[in-house]
């Protein structure tokens, strides 16, 4: 395994390829949830959460299921079926074992199973380490931590968007651009500086 | 032979899943409380948000967790409160029915500063110099509040001014939020007499835009026998806690300013 591959894939997802600000997944939530610092912070914790688990168990289904069977073109549907029964999966567990960790996640899981961010992720280890079919070595790992840097990428831009949005409510913005309209000025003011991180190449 | 492999992958996958999410609703299945049900059908389920809770199910949460009491709730009716308050094992608290009341009188009658054409809505047409009306605190007459009334309560008068049917009002609030020009407010039902007028104008001012306008003549404050009635900044207040509902004001009143309610 190679650490330099690991920083690069780290680097790029965080900040060059953000999935928020770059690609452009996962805008509901971030949006949605991004009015305080605390609520987006849970909300990019549980993004992490399920991104790093789906592309485990979407890794695993690819490599031992589809691949065999000769059904690549059935990934997209497979890997909603997995992301939304594993969140259900994993809301049930949580409500159960940890009723103070359900109520500040609860609503969020359900606009997880939702989020194409998660399918991105996954879709996006498929085209990487699969190329012309075949698993590259430390795929697995690699895909892995993808997917969790793919969701501190969230996270980050999540909590500044929170950040900007608090000291907002403080700003004295004319009235036809308060709320969601001005949200989506700071969000596209973000996404511009986020393109700048395109001059790193690796 | 070779169109069932997919299906059967996909099928096979869609039951597992399944399965593993039915088990594991049996196992880690969580106990809701059996009262939050039966308070939830006994509230009216309008999840109008006068208690301050997202919507009915909300409340019901909320009473059972402790964190407000069944009076919060302004639209039920005494019997459905009593019946909660027993599933609670509470006493319930009498609480000073209120309705919605327009303090305004003007409408049709009082005159307009230019022809307003654009959306016919109060909000859009305060943003444009503070609406039509010459009286800058008079009601618009778009019906704002009626379109956001859950209990259809308000109605649109001939005078273009909104109707309150006071049995139909719930006291929500809603339409005290909404209206640009504040002239709306919740006032207690058993004081059954009202400003209708909100001009802090002089009174020569309000008698140029309006011909119902209250004109600060003090002629009420000098009537009331308990002191209930005083001239601020040119403009009549009743103190509902004094008030005996007598309705000498009404009488005395030259502009018909003050009124009872029918």
Redesign the interface.
């Known amino acids: 395994m190679d650490v330099g591959k690991i920083l690069a894939i780290a680097i790029s997802m965080v900040f060059i390829n953000n999935f928020i600000l770059s690609k452009f997944l996962g805008l509901c939530p971030f949006l949605g949830v991004s009015k305080e610092t605390k609520s987006a912070t849970s909300m990019g914790l549980a993004v992490i959460f399920v991104m790093t688990c789906s592309a485990i168990i979407t890794w695993l ?1 690819y490599y031992f ?2 691949i065999p ?3 690549e073109y ?1 990934r997209t ?2 890997f909603i ?2 992301i939304a ?1 594993f969140v ?2 994993i809301e ?2 949580i ?3 940890s ?1 103070a960790l359900y109520r500040s996640l609860g609503i969020y899981l359900p606009l997880i199973t939702t989020n194409c961010a998660v399918l991105g992720v996954t879709i996006l280890n498929i085209d990487n380490f699969f190329p012309s079919g075949q698993a590259v070595k430390w795929g697995f790992a690699y895909s892995v931590f993808q997917a969790f840097f793919a969701g501190i990428g969230f996270l980050l831009a999540l909590i500044l968007m929170s950040g900007i949005r608090e000291r907002l409510q403080f700003a004295d913005t004319p009235r036809s651009m308060r709320g969601v309209a001005i949200a989506f000025v700071v969000a596209s003011l973000m996404s511009l500086a986020f393109m700048g991180f395109n001059g790193f190449r690796f | 032979m070779e169109i069932l ?2 299906i059967i ?2 099928g096979g ?2 039951l597992g ?2 399965l ?2 039915a088990i ?2 049996k ?4 106990e809701a409380d059996p009262r939050i049900e039966k308070i939830f059908a006994r509230l009216p389920g309008a999840n109008c948000g006068a208690c301050g809770f997202p919507g009915c199910m909300g409340f019901a949460e909320g009473l059972i967790q402790g964190s407000c009491s069944v009076e919060k709730c302004t639209v039920s009716n005494e019997e459905a409160k009593e019946e909660i308050a027993k599933i609670l094992g509470v006493k319930i608290k009498e609480e000073v029915k209120k309705v919605a009341t327009l303090h305004c009188f003007g409408g049709n009658r009082a005159k307009d500063k230019y022809t307003y054409q654009g959306i016919k809505d109060c909000v859009a047409a305060n943003l444009v110099l503070g609406g039509q009306k010459a009286c800058v605190y008079g009601c618009l007459g778009f019906g704002d509040c009626l379109r956001v009334c859950p209990f259809d309560a308000i109605k649109m008068s001939e005078d273009g001014l909104p109707l309150i049917d006071k049995d139909k009002c719930k006291a929500c609030n809603k339409c005290v939020e909404i209206c640009p020009k504040k002239i709306l407010s919740l006032s207690p039902l058993s004081g059954n007499v009202f400003v209708a007028c909100s001009s802090h104008d002089s009174g020569k001012d309000t008698k140029a835009v309006c011909s119902v306008g209250c004109i600060a003549c003090k002629l009420c404050e000098k009537i009331c026998p308990v002191d209930a009635i005083h001239v601020v900044d040119n403009l009549v207040i009743i103190d509902y806690n004094k008030c005996t509902s007598c309705g000498k004001c009404v009488e005395v009143c030259p502009m018909k300013t003050i009124k009872k309610r029918e």
């Open positions: 289904l299921l589809l069977f000769n059904v059935l549907i497979v079926l997995v029964a259900q999966f049930m567990v409500r159960k074992n009723p | 492999i997919p992958i996909l996958l869609g899943f399944g593993v999410l594991a609703s196992k880690f299945c969580v």
